[in-house]
């Protein structure tokens, strides 16, 4: 059973592009989401706590959640590194951690989605992280943990796949660290993660994945860009950039 409401919240430990961590008592954190006018833009997070207490149960690599309430999610708190600091720290890694992202891939998609879950790309049989990058797995010393789940849906474990793909061939690199792993490694990773799965599954769901991509505001323009030349790189039309 869940905990009863959500303990005094104590420093702020992260901020993200929609939400802020805070310390939240022994060996928790609170992510607390920011309000949004913008109806497209709520969080449920009574669904994201669902999800990860799923997929839990399952044996995937997640946060225990405690509790889920409004705005605001209290989870085990998971103490490591991005893959992403890793790599920057140790470019020899970097195949390797494409590695541990492929296999992450693969151990998702092989759960089966509940009936509750929400479905995208026509739906499917896997369940879809949509932004399971290196930012998103931290690093520990029992192994890879697995974090933000609110865009969690069911569907073809290929479009995962190809958002991964899309998200790391055009995102811009903002800080050192990302701007380290660009520079030193970024098409070795991608060569080396691919090279898991099937391309012309990942291809046929490229359209699809890249108008989402793009369909997302937080999107920032020179991604928007990279995006149309990644899509004419590889061969796929896309939708148009705006």
Known sequence: MPDVGVPDVGPLLAIGRSADVFECGPGRVLRRYRPSA???????VAYEAA????VRAAGYPVPAVHDADGLDLVMDRVDG????????RRPWLIRRMADVLADLHRRLHAIEPAE???????GGP???????????????????????????????????VA???IVMATASPTGRVERAVAKVGRSAFLRRFLSHFDRSDLLSQLPAVSHR??????????????TARFLKQVGVPGPPVV
């Open 38 to 44: 913008d109806a497209d833009a709520a969080r449920d």
């Open 126 to 160: 896997a369940i879809l992280h949509m932004d399971l990058h290196p930012l998103n797995v931290l690093m520990t010393d029992g192994g890879p943990v697995v974090i933000d789940w609110p865009n969690a849906r069911s569907g073809p474990g290929a479009a995962d």
């Open 116 to 122: 509750w879950y929400r479905p995208e790309f026509g």
């Open 213 to 226: 991509w793009l369909s997302d505001r937080n999107v920032a323009q020179p991604e928007r860009e990279a």
């Open 163 to 165: 958002h991964t793909w």
């Open 81 to 88: 590194p991005t893959m992403l600091h890793v790599m920057a």
């Open 51 to 54: 999800v990860m207490r799923h």
